[in-house]
């Protein structure tokens, strides 16, 4: 079993920043991929950025690049944003999952999630 645990999150004014942290206690071969998603009230969830374990190769949204930046260090990966915006506002959660094409669109591969970090970005 792979537990996730997200910290990090919080107030902040728009065009602060924020690190959030997602430990992981273990990497597994269901673990190639952890990933960033955010969720807003009444919206989807959608993934922001996510980075292969074995290769360290990241993907992020097009809405976050050149904002957010994701990173691992051994069981802990980060995902450092700036330049916030009311419209990143959400509730952040960090899932893993084994291997795949899309990591930012294919939520139903992954069987490990966190249980959720708040970020709220007020104008």
């Known amino acids: 079993q792979v537990q996730l645990v997200e910290s990090g999150g919080g107030s902040v004014q728009a065009g602060g920043s924020l690190r959030l942290s997602c430990a992981v206690s273990?990497?597994?071969?269901?673990?190639?991929?952890v990933t960033w998603f955010r969720q807003a009230p009444g919206t989807e969830r959608e993934g922001v950025a996510a980075?292969?374990?074995?290769?360290?190769n990241t993907y992020y949204a097009d809405s976050v690049k050149g904002r957010f930046t994701i990173s691992q260090d051994n069981a802990t990966v980060y995902l450092q944003m700036i330049s916030l915006k009311p419209e990143d506002a959400a509730m952040y959660y960090c899932?893993?999952?084994?291997?795949?094409?899309?990591?930012?669109?294919?939520?139903?591969?992954?069987?490990?999630w966190g249980q959720g970090t708040q970020v709220t970005v007020s104008s």
């Open positions: 899932a893993a999952g084994p291997f795949m094409y899309r990591p930012l669109e294919q939520i139903v591969s992954y069987n490990y």
């Open positions: 980075i292969y374990i074995k290769g360290g």
């Open positions: 273990r990497y597994t071969v269901s673990t190639d991929f």
